[in-house]
């Protein structure tokens, strides 16, 4: 295995949702760095999911169980209740079929972890309100017509999916770009408006 590497703080906090010796998939892992985490500090049988052939070559050069792979197309072969756990970080925004994704995580694993930004915080609709222009932010940081970002959604987007769909939040919490808990957590509505990032927790009724 590789040298341990400096975690994005959001990863923390989904790390910390993972119950030591599950089995883990990370869709759009990228370098490996959580699955990583995950194997030296809670003995998880962890292993990834990347769309990049280029990161997937340097995650599995450092011994990194990470796979070649397409999560809006792929999941369906994983078998039902493959894992324990199955995360989607910073990605949901950019899958074809998020609510197919979604559901194919919870046929193959008890519990989906996702994070993504949210779209809702106050400085997005500031500027949006200022310049009737797409927002630019670190998160939000490509022109529209090059962003991989195709289906951008607030917290209380996700909110009305899970309930829509019948998924349970067993745990949430907004968080700021670096990964920081924000106060908001018992609000729906403050933490739409002042969360950057939305990270939750779900398994199926």
Not at 101 to 122: D, E, K, Y
Request: with cysteine.
């Amino acid at each position: 295995m590789s040298p341990p590497k400096k975690m994005r703080v959001d990863l923390a906090l989904i790390a910390g949702m993972v119950a030591p010796g599950s089995r883990v998939l990370d869709i759009g892992c990228s370098d490996g760095t959580l699955i990583d985490h995950l194997f030296r500090t809670k003995q998880c049988d962890a292993r990834g999911l990347e769309i990049e052939m280029e990161t997937v070559t340097l995650a599995v050069t450092h011994g990194l169980p990470v796979m070649q792979g397409d999560a809006d197309t792929d999941l369906i072969t994983y078998p039902d209740h493959a894992f324990d756990y199955v995360i989607l970080s910073r990605t949901l925004q950019a899958v074809e079929k998020p609510r197919e994704v979604l559901r194919q995580m919870l046929r193959i694993s008890t519990h989906a972890i996702i994070s993504f930004p949210n779209f809702g915080h106050w400085t997005l609709r500031l500027q949006l309100l200022l310049t009737g222009r797409m927002p630019m932010t670190q998160t939000w940081g490509r022109m529209w017509y090059e962003t991989p970002n195709i289906h951008p959604c607030t917290i209380r987007d996700f909110f009305a999916l899970c309930e829509q769909d019948g998924y349970i939040v067993e745990e949430w919490l907004a968080a700021d770009e670096e990964g920081a808990r924000t106060p908001w957590r018992r609000s729906r509505a403050l933490a739409n408006l002042f969360g950057e990032q939305g990270l939750f927790l779900l398994r199926k009724a």
